[in-house]
């Protein structure tokens, strides 16, 4: 059975492998590596460039400033998605799966990073979504080795993974409820002079509203007993505010104890992270991670 399974994962390793050319292997450990003096440079000048760039958008929409350096934004936004989109491009070229790449979180986060600036020219106003990019400053804990913060943000991904079918049938139940619930107080508050319970879709947005404790205010019950199921919905607020906090609390304390340690190594096949530390090769593919 041992060597059943090495002869598979072997074959597997030998199927995926595609030697990369020594300028394509040279970029890839550039870009997609921070184990090398190189590869890290060019990330912390990504993370400078990303931070430039966000702040640049977000002072745009301040009308004095954009007033006085309109132009200057101009030049910058144009400049941060000439050199995002050649880091994308490079990415692409560099990837032994390009499409593996492209289809990965940190590929549809590199791609919509540069998208907006371009649809700028068919849509005014959607150069304002490049702040988008800030994203990106995820792969901080990366690049800096912070691996212990790569390792929480596992369990947490992990816990909520665990969690997803009890949340989905505690959510199925809330929106019944809230539908009930509206449809209680549309019949109660419908009839009133000058009643805001205009229709059971806008009772049902009340409840919702008082529900989740928000209480906008602009619709309230002003029949006695309006404001009796009101008071009963605010109390069932905490409850709905403390199931799901309880269920992912439960998930990450069981998930933490078998948790173990991550890398900072990318496969360079699939594309995927969050490999054990003493990881060898890929937990997805079966690929030989790189090692510097």
């Given amino acids: 059975m041992y060597f059943c399974t090495l002869y598979h994962l072997q074959e597997k390793m030998s199927k995926h492998t595609t030697p990369l050319s020594p300028w394509r292997e040279r970029i890839y450990e550039i870009i997609f590596e921070a184990d090398t003096p190189e590869g890290k440079l060019f990330d912390v000048v990504l993370l400078v460039m990303i931070l430039g760039s966000v702040l640049a958008v977000m002072l745009e929409t301040v009308e004095e400033v954009e007033q006085s350096y309109g132009n200057l934004f101009f030049i910058l936004e144009w400049a941060f998605t000439i050199f995002f989109t050649i880091e994308y491009v490079l990415r692409l070229l560099s990837a032994r799966r390009p499409l593996k790449y492209a289809k990965s979180f940190y590929g549809i986060i590199d791609l919509l990073a540069i998208v907006p600036t371009y649809l700028s020219f068919f849509i005014i106003g959607t150069q ?7 994203f990106r ?22 816990a909520l993974k665990r969690s997803k079918n009890k949340i989905f049938v505690f959510l199925l139940f809330i929106v019944l409820m809230v539908v009930i619930i509206g449809s209680i107080i549309y019949f109660i508050e419908g009839g009133t002079p000058n009643s805001k ?14 529900i989740t404790t928000v209480g906008y205010g602009d619709i309230s019950p002003v029949t006695p007993i309006g404001q009796f199921l009101a008071a009963i919905v605010m109390i069932m607020g905490y409850g709905v505010i403390a199931v ?23 496969c360079p096949n699939c594309m995927s992270e969050g490999h054990d530390a003493d990881a060898e090769y890929c937990k997805i593919c079966g690929e030989e991670l790189n090692e510097h």
Avoid at 249 to 255: K, M
Wanted: glycine residues 4%; aromatic residues 12%; proline residues 3%.
């Fill in 128 to 134: 304002y979504f490049l702040v988008i990019r800030a």
């Fill in 137 to 158: 400053l995820i792969r901080v804990f990366r690049i800096f080795k912070l691996a212990q913060f790569l390792n929480e943000g596992e369990v947490i991904t992990t």
């Fill in 197 to 210: 319970f205009t229709s059971i879709p806008r009772s049902v947005y009340w409840a919702v509203v008082t």
């Fill in 244 to 266: 799901p906090t309880g269920i992912v609390t439960s998930e990450l304390t069981r998930t933490e104890k078998t948790h173990e340690e991550m890398s900072t190594q990318v």
